[in-house]
């Protein structure tokens, strides 16, 4: 329906004076005015490790106390983006870019960023069992309290590993992401996958991209995608979680045995190379095409399977990690036919803007941060497994929050990220993999314990977000002094 007043402006023209009226409406509250406006950045110190026994050392770090004085944002729409909108409400989430700056653009048509939070979920030892019990009653109480205690800390949405029947069940629900292993799951089939630390693994971390079985068990694989293709609180699909995207990748096809399909791929691919002579050593070049090729063939099935039984949803690609942060090939592979670049982003305090602006460049796409945390020495667990920082305090905690949303947010490509996970990991869990194990991931302890010195620093923040990006966008914030980052 046209707007009245609007008949002579084209679609595009008039949604990006609607954002332009929505930023400057939230600027004039954000960046105040005075010496509110002039502040300069002091940044506090957190002492952080990569992990026990490692050393402890200063991190600069950026909060709200940086910042001009910025309100809580609002009014929201139901699913947490806010107004005054679009002009098209498609009935599902998709992407706008306006002013130079990506969104996610809600099924309202609210501009949206997804803030959200993995592993949803109960905790399922018997001390778990007793403690839901005894603190909700069941798991339907479990999920609306879970659900509306979110939702109060300025969460809006549901990621990876989530128990996602029981909290779409409640109304209104969170917003939804949806994590489909397909390659996973062809691998258990097959049989030769293994567990890894925070992943599957694969024989000689070759995937099995090249197994003529693999396009047919991704379409019938596809086919459970079909029941929620009308949910407007779907925000998408991730197809797998850190595959061994590695430049390497050409010589490990290679080692397989001669008959396997990924080892005559990989040849037949390598001596098709223009320009080639017979035996000549791999080069570097040949390991970044092979690489792109690799991914664009795996990325190619998997999509046309997703798009297939679900066209409305957006495509978040297969949550890539570490190994390809500074590999172009992969995120120009991913531009192709992802919607949004998924990253599980460790290692970095503060987010590398020089990453990040070379993702968007390659992709020509925009990304989530889709797993990142800290973790706290005064939890009392051992900590000694997971990617994430370790910090003294649960306030500690939370400041890396804060510092870290800043620098995704300085980035215009940004739409959203994920705290990695809702509940400490148990100990007492036998069954968990290598990654899992015994650290202080939570927002919760495994026994549902709010974490609340780090949620009072998680709180106002995430309910301040969009008056923050238009303080941003308005360059009336500081930026992050450089800082050295070590990487383990």
Not at 40 to 64: C, W, Y
Not at 390 to 396: R, Y
Request: aromatic share 10%.
């Amino acid at each position: 329906m046209t707007r009245p007043g609007t008949e002579a402006v084209g679609p595009m023209i008039q949604r990006r004076r609607l954002l332009a009226a929505a930023t400057l409406s939230l600027g004039a509250a954000a960046v105040g005015t005075g010496a509110e406006s002039r502040r300069v950045a002091t940044g506090l110190t957190v002492e952080a490790a990569t992990r026990p026994g490692k050393e402890f050392a200063p991190r600069t770090t950026l909060t709200l106390a940086d910042l001009p004085a910025i309100p809580d944002d609002g009014p929201l729409d139901r699913f947490g983006g806010i107004g005054p909108g679009a002009e098209r409400a498609s009935g599902f989430f998709r992407l706008e870019q306006m002013r130079g700056r990506w969104w996610l653009v809600d099924p309202d048509g609210g501009f949206f960023l997804a803030q959200g939070v993995n592993s949803i979920t109960t905790t399922t030892t018997t001390a778990g069992r007793k403690a839901l019990a005894a603190r909700f009653g069941g798991e339907p109480a479990w999920a609306r309290e879970t659900t509306t205690w979110l939702r109060e800390l300025g969460f809006n949405t549901a990621g990876a590993w989530s128990n996602h029947d029981a909290l779409r069940a409640v109304d209104p629900p969170l917003v939804q992401t949806r994590l489909w292993g397909f390659m996973s799951a062809y691998g258990k089939k097959r049989g030769g996958t293994f567990m890894q630390a925070g992943h599957v693994g694969y024989p000689n971390d070759c995937p099995f991209i090249f197994d003529p079985e693999f396009p047919a068990f991704c379409a019938d694989h596809a086919r459970q995608l079909a029941d929620g293709r009308d949910d407007p609180w779907l925000l998408g699909h991730y197809s797998d979680n850190e595959m061994p995207w590695k430049r390497g990748l050409l010589e490990k096809y290679l080692e397989l045995p001669a008959t396997d399909p990924g080892h005559v791929a990989a040849r037949g691919w390598l001596d098709a190379r223009p320009g080639r002579k017979a035996g000549a050593a791999v080069t570097d070049a040949d390991r970044r095409g092979f690489l792109e090729f690799a991914l664009d063939r795996y990325l190619s099935i998997v999509a046309a399977a997703i798009r297939r039984h679900d066209p409305g949803h957006l495509f978040l690609g297969p949550r890539l990690h570490e190994i390809v942060f500074d590999l172009p090939e992969v995120y120009r592979a991913c531009g192709r036919h992802c919607d949004i670049v998924s990253v599980n982003y460790y290692r970095a305090w503060t987010p590398d803007a020089a990453q990040m602006a070379m993702w968007a460049k390659e992709s020509g796409r925009p990304f989530m941060v889709t797993e990142h945390y800290a973790k706290g020495v005064d939890s009392g667990l051992g900590n000694t497994s997971g990617a994430g920082w370790l910090v003294k305090t649960q306030q500690d905690r939370g400041r890396f929050y804060q510092n870290f949303a800043l620098g995704l947010l300085r980035s215009r490509h940004c739409v959203g990220w994920f705290w990695h996970r809702y509940a400490d990991n148990d100990p007492r869990d036998p069954k968990v993999d290598p990654s899992n194990r015994d650290s202080n991931k939570g927002l919760v302890t495994a026994g549902y314990e709010p974490w609340t010195a780090m949620l009072d620093e998680m709180r106002p923040f995430n309910r301040r977000v969009h008056g923050i990006v238009a303080a941003l966008d308005a360059a009336r914030v500081p930026t992050t002094p450089r800082h050295q980052e070590t990487r383990r």
